[in-house]
């Protein structure tokens, strides 16, 4: 998209995944003198710390519970009144506990036993839980071991399978260092299906099909970094188009039980291949998928499939102009006002205009100069049409009403507002709470619609906009943009003049034509994507041939006092808004690195 691309680099540990050698598991074991957390008390908590294999450090304390141990369990676990006679209580042994497994990852067999009496007694003496990941080895065993293996999933049973040269006792460090040994026997037996980081290891434990997680291999080629990715079946065809800060560890996703929606599941079902497309800024990457969605409508992706089919209100070129819902933009002069998610947010906006300005609703083509026998419909009897039909209003008359409702959709909104909402207000008091909703839903149907217009037209009229953001290391990304799409985009290194690097990309950016006002020369959502992006902080504007502006009363600010109003104590009538103008190659080569001047 205009100029070459920069090496792909690693950004964080977290978008790749935490590797397993660099993780360090506490695996605790716990004796207790019953088996609720409610009624029962710890004994005593034994830890062994391991990282990479290697064991680290280990952890043995017994606990005076406070209350007697019962007979059964002195002869389980050997542990006697006596012996924790000068134990110390819960709340200093729980302290150094968790001072020991600091930063760790928390390793129990049947961890909810022990885990819930470790939180219970954080409960209790007042001191905070971590939040730290755990690992279930009985859960994890489930999935690893066959029942010809082993015939149930006991520690003992699974100490045995191992090799482990330490058996079970019921006391906690024994415990634990027999649960260390099946820990690394599992961490084997999963490694050997592809789980190589903690966030796999995690959601392992859960359900994931076979047929699912055969799949893994799709995404061992792919690289780490930014950009979208395409799964197609085996014929070819794109299945879902997606975007990811780090195409391989998103895609490895897909393939664990991380991914929790059916559909999706579905999909890896038939995908055959996975195809990465690095790019070189996050926006380029959320262009690309757009595009790349709206070119192949992929089943899977439900969202943006079909961009040349939304619905609009036109305002008709007419002698007597009219409110219509179309799927196209014509070249014919005509407003349009959208473009809308649904046909059915159209009708609703259609309704809030007709509630406001007293526009004809017949659909047939009238005279300039109406019939004297024709007679009025009930609505121009109800003072809600013009009923030009009829000679109630004559084409000039009926063009000031027009024109009212044209700026209402360009520039200022309000008598829509007022009108709604007075309406909305007098029904609400009569109790009628049910039409005042249907009143708000027709409000906010205009008003988010007519925002989204404002906001698209000085973009789509813009012949070429250059923008940049700071990267955060000295460099800068530069957006390139005409008539409101993307046609070229870089990177620059720390530290380098950007003036070279903005000719360059002006040079090798995609030439466009564009499409009817308010259309531009891509989607609706393409342009929005830049919208949101020129509206970032310490973005710059470099070159500007056009304007870029927003009407002072226009519909953005109204829409969002009404989708935001305990959160904006802006009064409700007309106030200043963002109003800024650009000259035609405002923006001057600058002298500094700096690119710009702020937008």
């Known amino acids: 998209m205009g100029t070459e691309h920069p090496p792909a ?27 609720s957390p409610s009624e029962a008390g710890i004994t005593e908590i034994g830890a062994v710390k391991v990282r990479g294999g290697e064991r680290l450090g280990e952890f043995s304390t017994l606990v005076n519970p406070g209350t007697p141990i019962p007979a059964f369990i002195s002869v389980l676990t050997g542990i006697t009144d006596a012996m924790v006679a ?35 007694a954080c409960t209790g003496t007042g001191q905070a839980w971590p939040s730290a990941r755990v690992v279930d080895t009985v859960r994890l065993a489930r999935h690893v071991v066959t029942r010809e293996e082993a015939p149930n999933r006991k520690l003992g049973t699974l100490a045995r399978l191992f090799g482990s040269p330490v058996a079970p006792d019921h006391r906690a460090l024994t415990d634990a260092r027999a649960t260390v040994d099946v820990l690394h026997a599992l961490l084997d037996r999963v490694g050997n299906l592809g789980v190589t980081s903690l966030e796999e290891l995690t959601t392992f434990t859960s ?18 970094a930014p950009g979208v990715y395409v799964f197609s079946d085996d014929a070819g065809r794109p299945l879902y188009v997606g975007t990811s800060v780090d195409i391989r560890t998103r895609v490895r996703g897909y393939f664990t039980a991380s991914e929790q929606r059916s559909r999706m599941a579905e999909m890896v079902r038939l995908a055959h291949t996975v195809t990465p497309i690095v790019c070189a ?42 409110l219509s819902v179309v799927r196209r933009v014509a070249d014919d002069g005509a407003v349009y006002l959208g473009p809308f998610g649904s046909a059915a947010q159209a009708d609703l906006a259609v309704e809030a205009l007709h509630e406001t300005f007293p526009l004809r609703r017949c659909t047939r083509r009238l005279p300039r100069r109406p019939d004297p026998s024709a007679e009025a419909c009930q609505l121009a009897e109800m003072g809600r049409c013009g009923a030009p039909c009829a000679g109630g209003k004559d084409a000039d008359g009926y063009a000031a009403t027009v024109e009212q409702a044209r700026q209402a959709i360009v520039s200022d909104p309000q008598p829509v507002l007022d009108a709604l909402l007075a309406r909305a207000g007098a029904l609400a008091a009569a109790e009628r709470f049910e039409e005042a909703a249907v009143e708000r839903d027709r409000l906010l149907a205009f008003v988010r619609a007519a925002a989204r217009l404002q906001r698209l037209l000085p973009v789509t009229a813009s012949p070429e906009l250059v923008a940049a953001s700071p990267t955060g290391d000295g460099g800068w990304e530069f957006v390139h943009v005409r008539h409101g799409r993307l046609v070229g ?22 030439q466009v034509t564009p499409r009817p006002r308010p259309l531009g020369a891509a989607s609706a959502e393409e342009t929005e994507q830049i919208l949101d992006w020129l509206e970032g902080a310490g973005v710059r504007l470099v070159e ?34 963002r109003s800024g103008v650009g000259s035609p190659r405002s923006a001057a080569p600058p002298t500094t690195p700096d690119p710009g001047r702020s937008s």
């Open 281 to 322: 800024t996050p926006l380029e990457a959320r262009v690309r998928e757009l595009r790349l969605i709206a070119e192949h409508s992929p089943r899977y992706n439900r969202r943006s499939r079909f961009p040349d089919r939304v619905p609009w209100v036109k305002l008709t070129v007419e002698t007597f102009p009219r």
């Open 9 to 35: 680099r690693q950004s964080t540990i977290d978008d790749l995944g935490t590797p397993l050698i660099d993780v360090t598991f506490v695996v605790v074991d716990l004796e207790t003198t019953g088996r």
């Open 207 to 224: 359900e994931v099909p076979a047929a699912t997680r055969r799949k893994r291999h799709l995404a061992d080629s792919l690289p780490h």
């Open 86 to 120: 000068t134990a110390p209580r819960i709340g200093e042994a729980l302290a150094s506990f968790l001072e020991f497994s600091r930063d760790c990852v928390f390793v129990a067999h049947n961890a909810p036993f022990d885990i819930s009496f470790l939180q219970a």
């Open 489 to 510: 985009t870089t990177i620059s290194s720390p530290g380098a003049d950007p003036r070279p690097v903005v000719e360059a990309l002006r040079a090798t950016s995609e």
């Open 544 to 577: 500007l041939d056009g304007e870029l502006s927003q009407p002072v009363r226009g519909a953005v600010r109204a829409r969002d006092r009404l989708d935001r109003p305990r959160a904006d104590p802006a009064p409700a009538g007309p106030g200043p808004g």
